[in-house]
């Protein structure tokens, strides 16, 4: 009875101690009373679309982890000014996901339309295309929004050609699947803003970039291995102090398409001109090697030390220019590197172990020297008639924002949600004066000064 009894709690034992450890399992966005939201054209208030965010679930057995989600982000979706007529809609979905992942050692495995990945919040990342390709035979793009086929030699790239068609957070549903093909972090969070749509349907994103900290977990790829955002440690090897992560594919000095970059022939695309710029295909890019350890293989990622992976892992990075802009291949690809096996199934049919997070073993809360040194902007500071209260870097846990005076008494409360890096207050009816700024989650509180001044 002894050596039962001693077996069946090093089983538990091994169960609790991998799910404490394996960031495929402790690191989702779990959520089960927030809903998302979303906008409507020509107004710039965002309504309940009454489906739960980020992710509502996650089990796990020995080899897989299972994510229970709707896939709607806890940030608002939309609108989508390219005439799209979907909206972000619940998915229902479990996704399968190793915690396994191994190198593809074969031949090349290329990304596909569709999943590739799933985002901490429960997202879908997709690649690069949006289904379109030229049509040679009628000189004009074909496929996916455009309707027909094209010929699936030029393929269009969907960051380029739908940026119109982008919300603020930078993505767009296909068929009611809202999904980022690119770093998720408003486009009015780039140091240089290509989008305006952020102006009257305000959002955020999955989380802010900081070129100062290595950046967070993102997700994970459809091969099982971890995704991260803009920045990560120089060296393979954890040293080297935080630098940009960078895409080894760059444009190609090509006026004609005809050939691709390894000199094949091939069935021609459109010219190159002011219509069909360079970088509006997939294939106007070239991958180089670069030997700098910052720069990326042709995958979008490297073999490295991270926060999360002390002892090393391959991670792909979402990488961006100089001023923040997406940069192909974005985030995951053209090819993956490892065996790809991720599946959404319909249900789970092994024995699994749910995984209920807690405040010391996920990584999920905001541990208290994290919480004494939040990384939280309050501005403008004088404030007038608006105040926004910014988090920088990724959010796992919700953050109570309450507005005192002087005198103690609470005169406006809201709320950064969990996944989302952005929240406002209306100070269009309070006095001028002195205000307290406290931020609190279940256990720790952290107060800061701002002046309401007109």
């Known amino acids: 009875m002894k050596k039962i009894l001693f077996s069946l709690l090093a089983c538990c034992y091994l169960a609790v101690s991998v799910a404490q450890t394996n960031p495929a399992i402790i690191a989702w966005l779990q959520n089960n009373s927030l809903l998302g939201s979303y906008y409507v054209q020509g107004n710039s208030t965002a309504r309940s679309n009454n489906t739960l965010a980020n992710v509502q679930t996650v089990q796990y057995s020995t080899d897989w982890v299972y994510v229970t989600t709707q896939g709607i982000p806890s940030y608002p979706t939309g ?92 993505g767009h549903p296909a068929m009611g699947n809202y999904h980022h093909h690119q770093n998720p972090s408003a486009f009015k969070l780039d140091l240089t803003v290509i989008s305006t749509v952020c102006n009257l349907y305000d959002a955020d994103g999955l989380y802010t970039i900081d070129s100062t900290e290595h950046s ?41 398409r005809t050939t691709y970059a390894n000199g094949n022939t091939v069935t021609a695309g459109p010219p190159v001109n002011g219509t069909y710029p360079l970088g509006l295909f997939r294939e106007d890019y070239e991958y180089i090697a670069n030997a700098a350890p910052e720069y990326l293989d042709e995958h979008n990622g490297r073999y490295c030390e991270t926060p999360e992976y002390p002892n090393g892992t391959y991670a792909y990075f979402c990488t961006v220019d100089e001023n923040w802009n997406s940069a192909y291949p974005y985030a995951v690809g053209p090819t993956f590197y490892g065996v790809k096996n991720a599946v959404k199934v319909p249900s789970i049919t092994e024995a699994v172990t749910t995984y209920i997070p807690t405040e010391d073993t996920t990584g999920t809360g905001i541990v208290t020297q994290d919480f004494d040194n939040l990384k939280v902007s309050l501005f403008p500071n004088p404030a007038n008639d608006l105040l926004a209260i910014q988090y920088n870097g990724l959010l796992k846990e919700t953050i109570k924002v309450q507005m005192f005076d002087i005198s103690g ?8 949600n969990q996944g989302s890096t952005i929240a406002y207050m209306d100070i269009s009816t309070v006095y001028n004066g002195m205000y307290l700024m406290q931020l609190s989650n279940n256990e720790f509180t952290s107060v800061q000064k701002v002046l309401i001044q007109r």
């Open 79 to 170: 609108p989508f000014l390219d005439n799209n007529p979907s909206q972000a809609t619940g998915q229902n979905a479990i996704f399968k996901i190793s915690l396994k992942p191994t190198q593809n050692t074969g031949a090349a495995i290329n990304t596909n339309g569709g999943n590739i990945g799933i985002f901490i919040n429960g997202v879908a990342l997709f690649d690069y295309r949006d289904g379109v390709s030229w049509k040679n035979s009628a000189g004009a793009l074909a496929g996916g929004p455009a309707g027909g086929m094209g010929d699936g030699v030029w393929n269009r790239d969907a960051i380029v050609a739908e940026k119109a068609g982008f919300d603020c957070a930078k």
């Open 216 to 256: 967070p977990l993102l997700g994970f790829s459809y091969d099982g291995f971890p995704i991260y955002g803009a920045y990560g440690y120089k060296n393979t090897d954890g040293t080297g102090g935080i630098a940009r992560m960078q895409s080894s594919y760059s444009l190609r000095n090509i006026t004609t």
């Open 409 to 416: 008494k609470l005169i406006i409360e809201t709320a950064i």
